[in-house]
């Protein structure tokens, strides 16, 4: 494995299947509604400002990226999006949301974040009980036997 | 003239050419800090969830406007705003930035909204002065005779 120091492009890009957490309150949606596709959601990062949601536009005026390697971004995304809600859903796991983090490495656009219970969502399939941050975030108790049981059901499968 | 009952497509559109208002405290911007394109936002209409900013995504699960009706009302309000920004300007005013909205008559996108300095931002070219909504949102006194100056300036050029 390699590890590559980044220059990180300063967007959260949040991927959903589901309405949940922010998205739901904002627009006055019940979590767990099922989108009719993908929705994909930018943020700036930025601790002082609360992370505010931007759009393609702001990227553009703030310089964060520019409008070719937002396209890279946004597609990519969507293809782990893909690939992913498959690997859950194989293991009866709703992926509802995730966030990735991209950057720059000798000027080419390449995902530089990791994929967790920490930044996705996951529900369980039949009993939509949560697997993920909301745990703790929500304080619902139980965090480390669901990233336990999260763990188990996706190494169960690998192996 | 004729007015036409519109069925009105509940997403606000804003138009801006320089920060002002809420993007600049969004994005921590110096109010007046020219942007090198115009920036197009879109807010969901709902007093109960306070016109939550909302992307192309969230209007197409939402159903609030198709992906072609979303393509003619971006086209449609940059269009407006060319128009709008050299009418301002020849009038010694910078248009900061304007709200419209849209609806459908017979199934075709229309614009339903007036422009006034009630939906526009509009500052004094030379001073600064703002000459719109915000004398009153902000308590800055003279509102009357703000709007009677870009009254003036509007009609003086036409007759």
Redesign the interface.
Known sequence: MVVKRLQIIPVEVIVRNLAAGG?AK???LKEGTP????????C?K?D??SD????D??I????LATKEEMKIIKDTALKINEVLKIFFRERELNLMDFKLEFGKFNGKVILGDEISPDTCRLWDIKTGERLDKDRFRRDLGSVEESYQEVLKRVTGMIN
């Open positions: 998205m904002k627009l006055g989108l009719s596709k993908p929705v994909v959601e930018y700036l930025s002082a400002l505010p949601m931007i759009n536009d702001h553009e005026v703030l310089e």
